[in-house]
């Protein structure tokens, strides 16, 4: 399905990308990720990828062994991190001639209109240009109120900002069950979903692992962001190596598919707030 698709957003969950045990980048999983990129790129499609991983990967240098609770903290941490994997994923993208650019943002820059516009602008400029935006949420300027807070949505955004057609979400997990996997080895697998309805948020156990704050209910919401911009989208593993080429050969994932009818773009970003400042009486 993926043959299909002119403008792809990939997002890369912290436990993906950042080495659980080792706080480190995996290089090789990420040189085996750009691989597939490039492959994507020789075919004229415009990317775009959303990386978590600054907090996993600044963390050690806060604390040792702690858990970081404090705000400032897991700010100087995101500030540690962000430079590290922003220079990892420059340079594993280098080794296939591709040039990046980095993108932080705030909620805000999703939530006001000239800012959504402006960071529309900017990244089909970096496309035009064949430079692929590495993008995260600005962890060490947003306060705990004002932030999204996990990349599953942001990324949903980014594919709605920026028009993509197809939204990747590399995960810990290779997609949705009805039950939680962890706990219910037999637990159904969801290959395709046409309609998030109540039945498919009762399947979003809250389940978040070591590293990432989101989970399959920010998923789903961003499912439903995805969906509502006539944009595909697909959750599969980040554990494997050559995820991509993984999901083109038909591995194990659930694809979301939109309707037809995409909302037109205003519409769409009303729908896609995250902190609506009105009521409907
Ligand atoms: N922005 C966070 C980071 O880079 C990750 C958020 C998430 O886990 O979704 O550490």
């Given at each position: 399905?993926?043959?299909?698709?002119?403008?792809?957003?990939?997002?890369?969950?912290?436990?993906?990308?950042?080495?659980?045990?080792?706080?480190?980048?995996?290089?090789?999983?990420?040189?085996?990720?750009?691989?597939?990129?490039?492959?994507?790129?020789?075919?004229?499609?415009?990317?775009?990828?959303?990386?978590?991983?600054?907090?996993?990967?600044?963390?050690?240098?806060?604390s040792k062994?702690?858990?970081?609770?404090?705000l400032?903290?897991?700010?100087?941490?995101?500030?540690?991190?962000?430079?590290?994997?922003?220079?990892?994923?420059?340079?594993?993208?280098?080794?296939?001639?591709?040039?990046?650019?980095?993108?932080?943002?705030?909620?805000e820059?999703?939530?006001?209109?000239?800012?959504?516009?402006?960071?529309?602008?900017?990244?089909?400029?970096?496309?035009?240009?064949?430079?692929?935006?590495?993008?995260?949420?600005?962890?060490t300027?947003?306060?705990?109120?004002?932030?999204?807070g996990?990349?599953?949505?942001?990324?949903?955004?980014?594919a709605?900002?920026?028009?993509?057609?197809?939204?990747?979400?590399?995960?810990n997990?290779?997609?949705?069950?009805?039950?939680?996997?962890?706990?219910n080895?037999?637990?159904?697998?969801?290959p395709?979903?046409?309609?998030?309805?109540?039945?498919?948020?009762?399947?979003?156990?809250?389940?978040?692992?070591?590293?990432?704050?989101?989970?399959?209910?920010?998923?789903?919401?961003?499912?439903?962001?995805?969906?509502?911009?006539?944009?595909h989208?697909?959750?599969?593993?980040?554990?494997?190596?050559?995820?991509?080429?993984?999901?083109?050969?038909?591995?194990k994932?659930?694809?979301?598919i939109?309707?037809?009818?995409?909302?037109?773009?205003?519409?769409?970003?009303?729908?896609?707030?995250?902190?609506p400042?009105?009521?409907?009486?």
């Amino acid at each position: 399905m993926i043959n299909e698709f002119k403008k792809i957003v990939i997002k890369i969950g912290s436990s993906s990308i950042i080495d659980e045990k080792t706080g480190k980048v995996k290089i090789k999983w990420l040189n085996s990720l750009c691989k597939d990129i490039a492959m994507l790129a020789n075919e004229n499609k415009k990317i775009a990828i959303v990386s978590s991983g600054a907090i996993a990967l600044g963390k050690k240098t806060i604390s040792k062994n702690k858990i970081i609770s404090r705000l400032e903290d897991k700010q100087a941490a995101a500030a540690i991190g962000q430079i590290e994997l922003a220079n990892c994923w420059q340079q594993a993208l280098k080794k296939n001639k591709i040039s990046s650019a980095q993108l932080l943002l705030t909620l805000e820059d999703s939530e006001v209109r000239r800012r959504y516009l402006n960071v529309r602008k900017t990244i089909s400029s970096l496309h035009r240009n064949k430079v692929i935006p590495i993008i995260n949420e600005n962890d060490t300027v947003a306060t705990e109120e004002i932030r999204y807070g996990d990349n599953d949505r942001l990324a949903a955004r980014i594919a709605q900002i920026s028009s993509a057609d197809c939204l990747i979400l590399l995960s810990n997990i290779d997609g949705l069950y009805k039950n939680d996997p962890s706990k219910n080895r037999n637990a159904k697998f969801i290959p395709k979903v046409e309609k998030i309805n109540k039945k498919i948020e009762a399947m979003a156990s809250n389940t978040v692992s070591a590293y990432g704050s989101g989970g399959m209910v920010t998923k789903i919401s961003a499912a439903k962001t995805a969906m509502s911009s006539g944009c595909h989208m697909v959750i599969s593993s980040g554990k494997i190596k050559n995820p991509i080429k993984a999901i083109i050969n038909g591995s194990k994932c659930t694809w979301f598919i939109p309707s037809r009818n995409p909302l037109t773009a205003r519409k769409q970003w009303i729908v896609g707030s995250m902190q609506p400042p009105g009521n409907i009486i």
